[in-house]
């Protein structure tokens, strides 16, 4: 689609709007952390951007709009750059629009604030905190994902086993969309509505601005427990999920040897014990303890709220960024994302568990699905081949684990496996000739 343009003459009907047309920049603007999937790896490589433009206001924006409409340019949408799957990178070249500069708070009330997308998870809080109000929850890239990224692209994380997944009703009020129509509007979702471009990996609409609810800020204690057990670990970690009067927000359970892929935390995870890596507030401290007794388990590292600036975030060495830690020890390993049935005794894990054994090394992280707690995996996967990481696929499914498919770039097959007619409705309302991230949307690429 973009092969024949002129991009010193799209540059020059910018104006003032920033253009990036280094190629190593470019390059490094039309990639994520595909490469965690050794399938992905082959398949996205070679995907690059022709131009990054970076706009600095939603009216810039809608200006970029309207140009790349009429050359019938490809768009593909960027916060950070963090996902996994592929979500940001250009299959057909064209546009990457960088919104890094749309990173105003415009407004804060209590438990609610008005952000533009590209604004900072991490600066975000920083700003509300003094407020006493934080983010409800957030990826493992804190420090460096957007929240417009995180919408379009994430499900959950940490502070999900107090608030439940991003879609749950109540965890996002509102956005504002850019379309990509001849003449561009900016349209207003609340409610409900929001769901039609919620992780639609920036397909069907551009965001430029999120109305986020917020939780109450607490003093949040880094620690780490022990476990001789693996299983022991996990039925902590749900008990401690159910333990409604004890305030945590990360239950972060790993088998032995992933703890010893943690450098930074070497002292604190001895040679082959289980790890729970948590965050639990301060004043749930006391009975937290007390519970950690009863399970005869052991605190090996403990870092205080005042602490909360010294060295590395207890959160990154969870959720994704377990794999990031892993592979840099052994570029070998992949990973799976799993959602087991609801279960407190957790049979299916321990049958994954004895049927993989160090094939698949077992990471869970616990979040609330409709008011339960439920056991999610992102286990390690010693990658053979394609053929097998299919078979491993297969096996979880057909024993009755979901599993949200990390190794493809198109939005259906990875998350829920079912083609969502509204967000396709929206998509053909808003970008009747669909440029906005082309290949990712597979009700879309059936649609024609």
């Known amino acids: 689609m973009a092969t024949a343009t002129d991009w010193n003459r799209f540059a020059s009907t910018l104006g003032d709007i920033e253009v990036i047309r280094d190629r190593p920049q470019v390059e490094k603007l039309s990639k994520d952390y595909y ?108 420090r460096t994902a957007t929240i417009g990224g995180f919408v379009g692209g994430g499900s959950g994380g940490i502070g999900s086993i107090t608030y439940g997944q991003l879609r749950d009703r109540g965890n996002l009020n509102a956005v504002r969309v850019v379309t990509m129509e001849d003449e561009p509007r900016v349209l207003e979702l609340r409610g409900d509505q929001v769901h039609k471009v919620l992780h639609a990996y920036g397909t069907n609409g551009i965001i430029t601005e999120l109305e986020i609810p917020l939780g109450p800020v607490y003093p949040w204690v880094e620690l780490i427990v022990v476990f001789d057990q693996f299983m022991t670990a996990a039925k902590f970690g749900q008990a401690l999920g159910e333990a409604d009067g004890l305030v945590k927000k990360l239950i972060s359970i790993h088998a032995w040897p992933i703890p010893s892929y943690f450098q930074a935390l070497k002292s604190y995870l001895p040679q082959g014990k289980h790890a729970a890596l ?72 321990e ?3 004895d049927h993989f054994g160090d094939e698949v090394p077992m990471h869970l ?3 609330r699905v409709e008011g339960k707690v439920i056991a999610a995996a992102l286990q390690l996967v010693r990658y053979r081949d394609e053929a097998r990481l299919h078979e491993i696929i297969r096996y979880h ?45 597979r009700g879309w690429l059936e649609r024609h």
Request: contains cysteine; charged residues 25%.
């Open 35 to 142: 490469y965690f999937s050794p399938v992905l790896q082959g398949q996205l490589a070679d995907k690059v951007a022709d131009i990054v433009v970076r706009p600095q206001s939603e009216a810039e924006v809608l200006q970029v709009a309207k140009v790349c409409v009429e050359k019938k340019l490809p768009v593909t949408v960027r916060g950070a750059g963090t996902g996994n799957y592929g979500q940001c990178i250009p299959l057909e070249g064209g546009v990457v629009l960088d919104l890094s500069r749309l990173n105003t708070l415009k407004w804060l009330k209590p438990g609610i604030a008005c952000v533009e997308a590209g604004a900072k998870l991490v600066a975000i809080d920083k700003v509300t905190r003094t407020s006493g109000w934080e983010i409800r929850m957030y990826p493992s890239t804190y």
């Open 278 to 349: 948590l965050m639990v507030a301060e004043p749930s401290l006391e009975l937290f303890e007390e519970m950690v007794k009863d399970w005869r388990a052991e605190i090996t590292y403990r870092k205080s709220a005042a602490e909360a600036g010294k060295g590395t975030a207890i959160a990154e060495f969870t959720w994704n960024h377990t794999t990031l830690h892993a592979r840099s020890v052994d570029p070998n390993l992949t990973y799976l994302q799993t959602l087991f049935p609801y279960d407190p005794e957790l049979k299916l894990v």
């Open 351 to 353: 049958h994954m568990i």
């Open 365 to 367: 992280e616990f979040f």
């Open 397 to 441: 499914e057909d024993k009755g684990a979901f599993i949200a498919n990390p190794h493809t770039y198109i939005l259906e097959d990875g998350g829920r496996k079912m083609i969502d007619l509204a967000q396709v409705n929206f998509k053909a309302e808003v970008d009747p000739y669909g440029l906005l991230n082309p290949g990712k949307m």
